[in-house]
C-alpha cells in the first residue's frame, strides 16, 4: 500500500517517516463548566480528514496510530502506578468498528486499562455538524455501568462544544467517582 499522506511504499496507511513529521502532539487543555478537564492533542484542522476517516474501513487502521502516537505517549508519562480505566464514550460498533474502542485499546499502558461497554447512550444520535443548540436540545442519554475500578479517563475523538463529555461526565458522576479528566485527539477550539 501507498502512504496517504506522501504516496511513498509503507506497510501502514501513513509510513513512518509521515507519522514522526506530522503526529507531534501538542497540548491543549481546557476546563468544561462542569468541572472535567479535557486534554486534547491536535487541532481540529489540522487531522480533519484523519478524524474523518472514522466513517470508512480505513480509520480502523489510523485511528490506532494516532492514538498510540499522542494518547499513549502521554498516559505513559501520567501514569501513577495506581490502576485506572479508559472509558471510551459511548463505544457502539458503527462502519464495522468502534472509533473510541479503538483509541482506548491503543492508549493503554500498564496500569491503564481499556474498558468497553460500560458507556452508552441510549438515544443513538450523531452531533456531527450539529450547533450548540441542536447539542443541548438532544441529549444522548448516557447510562454508565460502573466498574472495581473507580479511577476513570474518559476518551473520544473530538471536542467542539463540551457536550458529549459533559454528559458523559455526568452519567459517571451518578455511579462512580468523577473521572480524573477526559482525553481527546483533537480540539476544535484549542485554547
Given at each position: ?6 504516496q511513498k ?20 487543555q ?23 476517516s472514522?466513517y ?14 499522542a494518547?499513549r505517549?502521554?498516559?505513559?508519562n ?11 464514550v ?6 464495522g ?13 500498564a496500569?491503564i ?21 441542536y ?32 454528559q ?23 485554547l
Open positions: 500500500m501507498r502512504c496517504l499522506t506522501c511504499l509503507s506497510f501502514s496507511p501513513i509510513c513512518v517517516t509521515c507519522q514522526t513529521t506530522f503526529f507531534t502532539p501538542q497540548i491543549f481546557q476546563t468544561l463548566a462542569c468541572g472535567l478537564k479535557v486534554i486534547s492533542f491536535y487541532p481540529y484542522e489540522e487531522i480533519e480528514l484523519l478524524l474523518k472514522k470508512s474501513a480505513i480509520g480502523s487502521r489510523i485511528y490506532p496510530l494516532l492514538a498510540r502516537h494518547m505517549t502521554f498516559l505513559e501520567f501514569d501513577t502506578g495506581i490502576p485506572s480505566l479508559l472509558v471510551p459511548d463505544d457502539h460498533t458503527r462502519h468498528y468502534s472509533h473510541t474502542a479503538l483509541l482506548a485499546k491503543h492508549a493503554g499502558t496500569n486499562k481499556a474498558t468497553y461497554h460500560q458507556l452508552h447512550a441510549k438515544n443513538v444520535i450523531s452531533y456531527a455538524g450539529k450547533n450548540l443548540q447539542r443541548l436540545l438532544n441529549s444522548k442519554n448516557f447510562t454508565f455501568t460502573p466498574n472495581a475500578i473507580t479511577e476513570t479517563i474518559l476518551i473520544d475523538d473530538l471536542i467542539t462544544s463540551g457536550s458529549t463529555l459533559t458523559a461526565y455526568h452519567a459517571i458522576c451518578k455511579a462512580s467517582e468523577p473521572p480524573l479528566f477526559a482525553l481527546t485527539l483533537a480540539s476544535a477550539k484549542p
